[in-house]
């Protein structure tokens, strides 16, 4: 059944998190194509809601119905188990009352098109309101249910961070606040909070980064008064550190490479007038880089290529500053994407620390005598972070660390680590390299 023909809420969201848990879809891009479909903003939030909590806690619930049905409904009827799924989120996390969650998810088996399963759909929830204590017990006592986390996730935690693995764990189970980075260009941080709240959105600026805001709820930030006119941008606090560390200043050659959609480019050029070069290997997603300097007020080069070969892009002038943004398995930011959890393997992480390697040594000979590399990325795996540090400075002897620390977070080799929920942000590493 095509999304447009279904309006029932709950389907809706039973579509498009099947498609994301068990296709390998973006949630992202299943949650906007879910949304055109309804009109009326609480609705869109409902949506968002059930879709992000379902992936969130999918591997919980998803092995709660393997207990509950003798012949799961994974692989034949997708939408129906997904609803599952749903039914149970809505009964444990969002808490809702129990006969107003059964009897509304037992109409959406109907708007699926599926009333022939709406007996089975209601005994499966009644049945776990019956049992829930018990169930929820036994899925407790497995760390890959309690946690809804996969092993290979769960295991490297434990390996990295003996110390803060439960908290990183329990972080990514807790719906991020919006965080936005005020445009200083054309607004001033106070200026914008006072908008948001005649608005009636309730923000706060954040105690360290001085062009952050965090929102007190969320909302489609891109309707609210002042983003249209590029007054403020969203973006995680942990990503608007790069600004500081590469010490821009007016004039400055630099390159942001890995660029898209244009985040940290943008910052920069709030903060100075450096001569930004913005590359990107896929032009749609470097168009996404035009869009959205055009939105903010802000022009600079943008480019189409691969930051790991610089002889199809490099006009052979060096850079004052180069940030590598690198390619990673996005495990910092898990809190906000949760269908990571389900996409991601163990087997993706090798290959990435491959990509990190070339970037870093096709990109330091770009780099001018004296000048900086900022390595970044949003994992918080120790292999993709400070071993790649380590193993490139020990393989360039003009390679020199500079040592920084940052308000939340921890040293990790020669960079920092902040971990998801420390100081309110996401996972986020960074290293920071002078060139001798």
Same mark, same amino acid.
């Given at each position: ?97 129990? *006969? ?105 600026? *954040? ?10 709820? *969320? ?47 943008? &910052? ?14 896929? &032009? ?58 389900? *996409? ?51 393989? &360039? ?40």
């Amino acid at each position: 059944m095509r999304g447009a023909e279904v309006q029932d809420t709950r389907a809706l969201a039973a579509g498009a998190l099947a498609d994301v848990a068990l296709k390998g879809a973006s949630l992202r891009e299943r949650l906007k194509s879910a949304q055109e479909t309804l009109g009326d903003p609480r609705d869109r939030a409902f949506l968002t809601a059930l879709c992000s909590e379902g992936a969130r806690w999918w591997l919980r619930f998803d092995k709660a119905q393997e207990d509950l049905l003798q012949q799961p409904l994974r692989k034949r009827e997708p939408a129906l188990h997904a609803l599952l799924v749903l039914g149970m989120v809505q009964l444990e996390i969002l808490k809702l009352p129990p *006969h107003a969650a059964v009897a509304a998810t037992v109409d959406a088996t109907r708007a699926l098109g599926r009333g022939g399963f709406a007996k089975l759909v209601n005994a499966v929830l009644r049945r776990w309101l019956r049992e829930r204590d018990a169930r929820n017990r036994q899925l407790d006592a497995r760390p890959e249910t309690a946690s809804a986390h996969p092993h290979w996730l769960i295991d490297a935690l434990t390996r990295d961070w003996p110390e803060h693995d439960a908290a990183i764990l329990a972080a990514n189970n807790i719906v991020a606040p919006p965080m936005s980075r005020v445009n200083a260009r054309r607004s001033a941080r106070d200026d914008v909070i006072a908008e948001l709240a005649e608005a009636g959105i309730a923000a706060q600026p *954040h105690p360290w980064l001085r062009d952050a805001i965090t929102l007190a709820s *969320h909302s489609d930030l891109a309707r609210l008064p002042g983003f249209a006119q590029g007054n403020f941008s969203v973006q995680d606090g942990a990503a608007q550190c790069a600004a500081d560390l590469l010490d821009l200043r007016d004039g400055l050659r630099v390159l942001d490479a890995c660029a898209a959609p244009g985040g940290k480019t943008g &910052h920069m050029l709030e903060r100075a007038d450096p001569d930004v070069l913005a590359l990107e290997r896929d &032009h749609v997603r470097a168009a996404s880089i035009d869009d959205n300097l055009h939105r903010l007020g802000l022009r600079c080069e943008v480019r189409t290529g691969d930051a790991g070969k610089p002889s199809t892009w490099w006009d052979g002038k060096p850079f004052g500053r180069i940030l590598l943004d690198a390619p990673c398995s996005a495990t910092g930011v898990i809190r906000r994407h949760p269908d990571i959890k389900l *996409h991601r393997r163990a087997s993706d992480i090798a290959p990435l620390v491959r990509e990190q390697r070339r970037l870093l040594a096709a990109l330091w000979p770009l780099l001018a005598s004296g000048g900086r590399l900022v390595y970044a990325t949003c994992s918080i795996l120790r292999e993709e972070n400070e071993q790649v540090i380590a193993a490139f400075v020990s393989a &360039h002897v003009d390679a020199e660390t500079q040592a920084f620390e940052l308000p939340a977070g921890h040293r990790a080799g020669a960079g920092w680590q902040i971990l998801p929920g420390e100081g309110g942000l996401d996972g986020m590493y960074y290293a920071v390299l002078q060139k001798a």
